[in-house]
């Protein structure tokens, strides 16, 4: 490894990589008031959002778990990068070259962190793969697309490539670029035999997975030829890269989509995003190897901005409010059992979730070879809420022509509808099912009721409590989902960072002066150029908070609010927590962040004026009050002691008349 990557570099790569663009790759953000955003936070799984980003400052902060820092720490939290990785992947992405201490000469590209060697590995790979499709031994490669119904510019779009059927052509074609055999095996494209490594990947159609970046992190492999003893489907192991139970097939692609459209439709394979994509159902992807799980709920959820209490409401028109979720299955027992555990998920969110199956038990890949795009787009329209596929289901495993059956069938659907947690819903529900089944609503009712009662009767999906919501009714959490405005908490007493450093107490929230010293120092931080010049004339002990105090002595030994007016915001920032202790380190991440109450950016100005004037008046209201309790203890015999004291009360009493004419004017 080359020495430390030197300082000034790092600040260009803070300076060039923009923060919004960079969280705005894993997480919907909206805007949410002047010069801020606001989304729900990577780092914890919520309802509301609390996660705020302020571009013009380059830092994040999160109100409710207190995770905060500029985009370096982002991308090394988000990724689980070192700092020098994390640096060098936006490096890449800015076109900033780097330069390390020892020797000063830029760093070759061939020898970056770990990470960023696996990802550009995982990277050459799909190029070659997709080379290869074209090639004369990738006829049943070719053969296996075009048979449903994918050209060459479809195979393009996916990346779709051959992986050929020796033992070692992608080894050899990775080891001519460089790369190590250590750094293959740990990329997951090679296996480690008893005579050395060997290609995982041979003789089969590939699909490159992709992370929400866009950056390939791993490969989906489909077998071709008879004389292959391995799976019919083979992915990518574990690896530092690749973890299935956050991936997402299709999250590239799909993404922008998603969070503009509020909907996402979870398909079962790679040929099926295809299908949906090239049919106009753009919003489609696909877990990989694996059943849809809590992990890819939360990235789902990051991506539909899936915040509201009314969420997964439906209305008359069919659209819903707050989003959707639509998952596709099979027809068959493997489909029921995929839904079975997709509705195990189904309380994570607040948007409606629904299935979509077609007649026939046909997948979007087969639906659009049989009957075209339009059908593919008409199985999604056509979708129905999974709690009613889920109960109906269960309802066909009995005879309902025999009271046996009748009586079952209420046993089985009461515990589902036992967890709805909206009562109204919960007696709708009642009704419907009872007809379904062919019962007394009043028998349906009593069944209800007496699961309710029984904690252990109810159904636990998802691995929560028994408590579940249908469409529109809040998790888990619901009941403090909405609480706290978007932006974050408006009072003094925002959760202090994280990361084991102790914290500075927060100031009550009741207290109106604590609340207005706070919003001074939000306006000092983010609008350094509307601060009066006279609060840089504020003494150590001008504020009566001990937070706010300390984070006031970090600006001033920063220079005060002159020395922003002649830096960008970001630098600004950068320079009061440079002078910060630990300890006020993320309180000052806060308050950089934090949303001021005037959403008019042309009255942020006055604002920022007046709140800073309230803070000196304070300051000159102690002054005033000190000076009289002096004036008091002085013995007026001593007329040259007691005259200065005197004046130096009414100076302090004009000053502070002055400062308010100021204000009113």
């Not at 009061?576 to 109450?597: C, D, F, K, Y």
């Not at 007691?642 to 100076?651: C, D, K, S, T, V």
Request: with cysteine; proline share 5%.
């Amino acid at each position: 490894m080359a020495g430390l990557i030197r300082r000034e570099d790092v600040d260009q790569v803070r300076e060039r990589a923009r923060i919004d663009e960079i969280v705005s790759a894993h997480v919907t953000l909206k805007p949410a008031g002047v010069g801020a955003l606001v989304g729900l936070c990577p780092f914890h799984d919520e309802r509301s959002p609390s996660f705020n980003v302020r571009p013009s400052v380059g830092r994040y902060h999160c109100f409710g778990c207190g995770e905060g820092g500029d985009v370096i720490e982002f991308v090394m939290k988000m990724d689980a990068l070192s700092f020098t990785e994390a640096v060098e992947y936006l490096a890449g992405k800015t076109g900033v070259q780097l330069r390390y201490e020892e020797g000063g000469s830029a760093r070759p590209r061939e020898e970056p962190g770990k990470r960023q060697r696996l990802l550009e590995a995982n990277r050459v790979a799909a190029e070659f793969y997709a080379e290869q499709l074209m090639g004369p031994d990738a006829a049943a490669a070719r053969t296996f697309l075009a048979e449903r119904s994918f050209d060459r510019s479809d195979a393009e779009l996916f990346g779709v490539g051959f992986a050929p059927k020796g033992w070692d052509a992608l080894q050899r074609h990775l080891q001519g670029r460089g790369f190590t055999q250590a750094e293959l095996v740990a990329s997951g494209l090679m296996s480690q035999g008893q005579r050395g490594i060997y290609d995982r990947f041979r003789g089969r159609v590939m699909w490159p997975i992709r992370d929400v970046t866009g950056a390939v992190i791993g490969f989906g492999a489909r077998r071709l030829f008879e004389d292959d003893q391995g799976p019919k489907y083979l992915n990518t192991p574990e690896t530092s890269l690749y973890k299935k139970s956050h991936v997402l097939y299709g999250i590239d692609l799909a993404k922008r989509e998603i969070a503009k459209g509020k909907r996402v439709v979870v398909v079962e394979g790679y040929t099926d995003v295809m299908a949906a994509h090239l049919s106009g159902v753009t919003t489609a992807v696909a877990t990989c190897g694996t059943a849809f799980g809590g992990d890819h709920a939360k990235v789902v959820r990051r991506l539909l901005g899936d915040t509201t209490a009314g969420g997964g409401m439906q209305l008359a028109s069919g659209g819903t409010v707050g989003g959707e979720i639509i998952f596709t299955f099979d027809g068959d027992a493997a489909g029921q059992k995929a839904a079975e555990r997709a509705y195990g998920e189904d309380q994570r969110f607040f948007a409606q979730t629904y299935v979509a199956v077609a007649d026939g038990g046909m997948d979007p890949c087969d639906l659009r070879m049989a009957n075209g795009p339009e059908a593919v787009r008409a199985l999604v329209d056509g979708r129905k809420p999974l709690f009613a596929f889920v109960i109906q289901a269960k309802i066909k495993q009995f005879d309902l022509n025999t009271v046996e059956g009748r009586v079952s069938a209420v046993r089985a659907a009461a515990p589902e509808i036992a967890g709805i947690r909206d009562r109204s819903q919960q007696d709708g529900y009642t009704r419907e099912v009872a007809g379904w089944i062919g019962t007394e609503i009043e028998e349906m009712r009593r069944e209800v009721a007496r699961v309710a009662s029984t904690p252990s009767l109810r159904r636990a999906p998802g691995g929560q409590d028994g408590d579940r919501r249908s469409s529109g009714a809040p998790g888990a959490d619901g009941a403090r989902a909405g609480g706290t405005r978007p932006g974050g908490p408006t009072g003094p007493d925002e959760r202090p960072a994280t990361g084991g450093v102790q914290q500075l107490p927060a100031p009550d929230p009741r207290d109106p002066v604590a609340r207005d010293e706070r919003l001074a120092l939000v306006a000092v931080l983010q609008y350094p150029q509307h601060v009066p010049a006279s609060f840089d004339a504020l003494g150590e002990d001008a504020f009566s908070v001990p937070a706010w105090r300390a984070v006031h002595a970090a600006i001033r030994a920063s220079g005060g609010a002159a020395a922003g007016r002649d830096v960008s915001a970001a630098q600004w920032v950068g320079a009061v927590l440079e002078q910060a202790s630990e300890t006020v380190a993320g309180v000052v991440t806060q308050l950089s962040v934090a949303s001021l109450p005037e959403d008019r950016e042309a009255a942020v100005p006055a604002f920022v004026g007046g709140v800073v004037n309230r803070v000196l008046d304070m300051g000159l209201m102690r002054r005033v009050a000190d000076a009289r309790s002096r004036l008091q203890r002085l013995d007026p015999s001593d007329a040259e002691t007691y005259q200065a004291a005197f004046a130096e009360l009414l100076a302090i009493e004009a000053e502070r008349r002055t400062l308010r004419e100021s204000t009113n004017a």
